[in-house]
Every structure is written in C-alpha cells, then in structure tokens.
C-alpha cells in the first residue's frame, strides 16, 4: 500500500471542470433501519441473473409463454414496414418484476419505494427525448432503399462513396465504417445488420479475404459502442449527465479513433501481406499509432511526477 502522503485523489470539487457534476448529488448521510445480511442483499441481482436464463433456454417453457403475448404493428404510415414487441420478453420487464419482489424481500417502506420509483421515471424520461426520436432515425436509415430513384439504401451509398474513395486502404477504413454503424443504430448487432454484406462485397471488389474485412466490420462496432447515441445518453441519465452528452463523446471520440486506427491497421497488414510483404502502409502505421500512445502516456506521467514534485 502507498503511504498516506501518496494517496491520489481528485482536486477539491471547487476545482471541478463545469462538465463533471450533475444532478446527483452524493451523501454520507446514515440510513437507519435493521442490518441487511448478505442473502438479502444478493437476492435482487440473482434473481435477474436467473430469470434471464431461464426465460431465455430454449430447453423450457417459460420463454414461449413470455412471446406468447406479442403486440403488431402492420405496415406502420403505408410504407410496408412491420415490426412487433414482446412486452413480458423484454429483459426490462424482468427487472420490473424482481422490482416487485425485492420491495418484500427487503421489507422497504411504502414511500421510501414509491420515492425510488418517481426518480427512475424521471431519469428515464428525460433519456427517452433523446432515444425516441433516435429510433426512428435509425429505421430511416436502414429502411431507406427504393423509392423511385431506385437507389440502394443510405448506409450502402455513404459507405460506397468510401470505397470508391480510399480502394486498397480499405480495411483501414471498414472498422470506422463500422463505428459509424454503432453510432447511428445503437448497437454493434444492428451495425453488422447494416453493413456486413455491403464489407463482404467490397473485400471481394479489392481482391482481399473478405472474411478479414467483415471481422473489421464487427471491430469497429464494438469500438463503435463508446461513441454510441443510445449509449451515452442512457450512461448519462443514470450519472445526472443529462444534456452533457456532446463533452462525453468528444471524450470518448479519441480512444475510439485510436481502436480503430490500430485494429484497422493491424486488418490492412494482415490482409495485404501475401502481395505487400510484412512492412506495408498498415504494419507502419500501426506502430506510429503505437509509437504515439507511448509518447503520450510517457508524457503524461512525467507532467504528474513533476506536478507531485512542485507540491512536495
């Protein structure tokens, strides 16, 4: 253990930049009431666990009776589009109802439960301005082939405007594509719904393993989800963020170019080595990349040795 005078922590909160403190505000204040032991304090967090096991084996029932209640939706606004919702299905409604459990496992007061529940509606509302409106704008962007123009749908156009752009470089490029995918849609699945076929194609047109470029594809996704729309906000509303979304993905933009800077790079090496050999545009600018975090770590703990200095 470090001696006490080596202790980090934050400057003091007067300190503070504008963008890290919301509206929750932290207490020490002591709650009265009986001890809780440990079984009572687990049982919430084992009981979701295995609901959702359970209603997701396909081995029993109880998933089938869940889906058995299912709401329609037919040709929503006379563009042909469908969609259905599972509402006992949904992993929400497991934590409604261990909700319900827990209120009498804990033997939690009327008013203090009824408190808990009027602040999660009301974070939860004012993440949902954002998450509305989202939806629709990413069905949009899926759903928006055809129509007269006959043209293929928007995230096949912007990405292919891409490929005609960088050719070769591509699978430098395919991992933001893929980012880009979970940003708009939310997820790293939709993101591989909208573009897998579409990287496949492309690895095929340059004359590479396609299989490596989809791989790419799913890379960036998943480093997609630190930018992600749906992600921030709902990471926020829990913190009190709310409305500092825009400082958080400015935050997070850097690590995420960085991921898939270097895992794109690492993608283009791999795929051009048989023709290119080992030292290529990809095996280079990984190691910049590289090169450069280490500089940048090795800065920024100098500046923090020297600032524990100037305080000694």
Known sequence: MPSRDEIWDFAPRSDWHPDWTGSIEISDDQHSG???GHFRAWTPYVLVATLLVVTRLRQLPVGAWLRAIRLDLHDMFGTGISASVEPLFVPGSIFIAVSLV???????????YRRAWSHSLQTTAGA??????????????????GGESGIDRMPIVL?????????????????????????????????NMMFSLFQFNVGER??????????????????????C??????????????GKEGAIIRLTLTPF???????GSVGYS????????????????AFLVLASFAITVGLALRSASRGKTSDA
């Not at 989202?134 to 759903?143: A, K, L």
């Not at 729309?229 to 709310?242: D, F, K, M, R, T």
């Open 159 to 191: 990405a292919g405007g891409v490929a005609s752009l960088v050719g070769g470089a591509w699978p430098i490029v395919s991992t933001f594509i893929g980012g880009l995918g979970a940003f708009v849609a939310g997820s790293n699945t939709v993101s």
């Open 229 to 242: 729309v749906h992600n921030v906000v709902a990471a926020s509303a829990v913190v009190g963020l709310l």
């Open 102 to 112: 827990t209120f009498s496992v804990h033997q939690m007061k009327k008013d203090r």
């Open 270 to 285: 791999i795929v051009w080595f048989s023709d290119r050999g080992l030292v290529n545009l990809g095996s280079v600018l």
């Open 257 to 263: 170019v960085y991921y898939a800077l270097l895992s």
């Open 34 to 36: 009986s001890r809780m």
């Open 128 to 145: 949902s301005v954002a998450l509305i409106f989202t939806v629709p704008m990413v069905q949009v962007f899926i759903n928006s082939g």
């Open 206 to 227: 340059i004359g590479v393993d396609p299989h490596w470029i989809v791989a790419l594809q799913a890379v960036g996704g998943a480093a997609g989800n630190m930018i």
